[in-house]
């Protein structure tokens, strides 16, 4: 969980716990909040949230809202679990060539569609974003489990079985991407990963830098695809893993715009704020779990 304190557009304090909704030592939702925002607000305070504590574990389940969709209609259509306390809604597409849904990346897209207006969003991550959009509205989006796989088949797979610590190695990387990118049909080459560090054509310290690589070449190939056609591309991640993707792109000669997640969240979520705010508020406070 992250939490901004805002008194117009001055940030005052933030604070950033581990309490995300899967892990709220047994405390519900609200108290967690209580906590995280001491001293922060009186009655008057409003909160915005975004994430999954709009999910079915959160604390109320905040219904999707289908795309096409225009950006300004999802701060319309809040969703209200206390006084002056609103969740934010995810987006979905439910269609016979695409079933997704995003909670939390919907908050970055205002914040991103205001600073870097672009045809396409690509958000890096656990579970990585691929956003179709114009001037006025979000058109479609898909998503790829690129970070989840990465954990899962390092941490609990052979591919990562008896490994020592992992070290950083560009080299690895970009042969990993090279890969990837080559052969973007990915379950022939992922024992292969294995396989290489066993028979020594891969030192075992560097495999987690070459399957990053693999993972996020097969990504990059296999979405632009999708979005052949798009001409600017805005790239919404923390700068190490933007980095990695922004060097994915210009392999395939593509140049991409950079824009910070967080700020991008931060400026999402105050358009919000302050479009419910009551005029006589002084605080803006926003939150994500």
């Keep these: ?16 716990s581990a309490a995300g909704v899967t892990r709220l030592n ?26 999954m504590i709009g999910s079915n574990v959160g604390w109320k389940t905040v219904p ?35 079933h ?27 579970h990585s974003k691929w956003v179709l959009a114009d001037n006025q509205q979000i058109h479609d989006f898909r998503t790829v489990m690129t970070g989840e796989l990465h954990h899962l088949l390092l941490d609990h797979s052979l591919v990562g079985a008896g490994l020592p610590e992992q070290r950083a190695c560009p080299e690895a990387f970009n042969a990993g991407l090279q890969r990837g990118m080559d052969s973007p049909a990915l ?28 993972l996020i070449g097969a990504e990059v190939a296999n979405m632009s695809h999708y979005f052949a056609d798009q001409q600017t591309i805005t790239l919404v991640a923390g700068l190490s893993l933007a980095a ?33 705010a009551n005029q006589s508020s002084t605080y803006r406070h926003s939150s994500r779990y």
């Excluded at 075992?204 to 690589?213: A, I, M």
Aim: hydrophobic fraction near 40%; glycine fraction near 8%; include cysteine.
């Design 187 to 214: 379950l022939p080459h992922l024992f292969e990963v294995r396989a290489s560090h066993i028979l020594g054509t891969l030192p075992r310290e560097h495999v987690s830098e070459f399957l990053s690589g693999l």
């Design 26 to 51: 047994g405390k519900p939702p609200q108290v967690v909040l209580a906590e995280m925002t001491q001293g922060w607000r009186n009655d008057k305070t409003p909160i915005v949230m975004a994430g």
């Design 1 to 16: 969980m992250r939490a901004w304190l805002y008194e117009g557009d001055e940030c005052l304090e933030s604070r950033q």
């Design 64 to 98: 999707y809202l289908p795309v096409p969709i225009r950006f300004s209609a999802i701060g319309e259509q809040l969703t209200p679990v206390a006084d002056n306390v609103w969740i934010i809604p995810g987006l979905c597409v439910s269609r016979e060539d695409n």
């Design 100 to 126: 997704n849904v995003m909670r939390g990346e919907e908050t970055q897209l205002l914040g991103a569609h205001q600073l870097f207006p672009s045809s396409l969003y690509v958000m890096p991550g656990t």
């Design 244 to 276: 990695r993707y922004q060097h994915a792109f210009s392999v395939i000669g593509r140049n991409v715009s950079l824009a910070d997640g967080d700020t991008v969240f931060q400026v999402g979520i105050r358009s919000i704020a302050n479009a419910v």
